[in-house]
């Protein structure tokens, strides 16, 4: 399993119960692929630096997951789809390596 963030620039004009539905349906994806959410952190509403989709501000969404990599086209194609979602941005995490000290 490899480590994974997605930031989510979501409509904001959306109700809490519709976030939360989306969000289920994120959360679905990750873990019916056995994947695992380590940190959800929530940003709120925030002004874009450019209009998208007619919107001048969205609500962003972090996501830390780990999950097997066959799972991303899924993911994204789920995202892709949803028009709930403004933009999205997937990344690879960097593995964190542990030095041994020889002593």
């Known amino acids: 399993m490899r480590s994974y963030e997605i930031m989510l ?3 904001p004009q959306l109700k809490d119960e519709e976030l939360d539905s989306l969000f289920d349906k994120i ?3 990750i873990t019916d692929g056995k994947g695992e959410i380590t940190k959800t ?3 709120g509403k925030r002004k874009l630096g450019y209009e998208i ?3 001048t501000e969205a609500i962003y969404v972090v996501l830390n997951f780990d999950v097997d ?3 991303i086209s899924e993911l994204e ?3 892709r789809l949803e028009e709930r979602v403004i933009r999205y941005l997937l ?3 960097q593995e964190k ?3 041994k000290k020889e002593n």
């Open 69 to 71: 990599e066959k799972i």
């Open 41 to 43: 952190n929530k940003w």
């Open 27 to 29: 959360k679905k994806v």
């Open 53 to 55: 989709k007619n919107f």
């Open 77 to 79: 194609r789920v995202v």
């Open 91 to 93: 990344t690879l995490q």
């Open 97 to 99: 390596k542990i030095s």
């Open 9 to 11: 620039a979501i409509n």
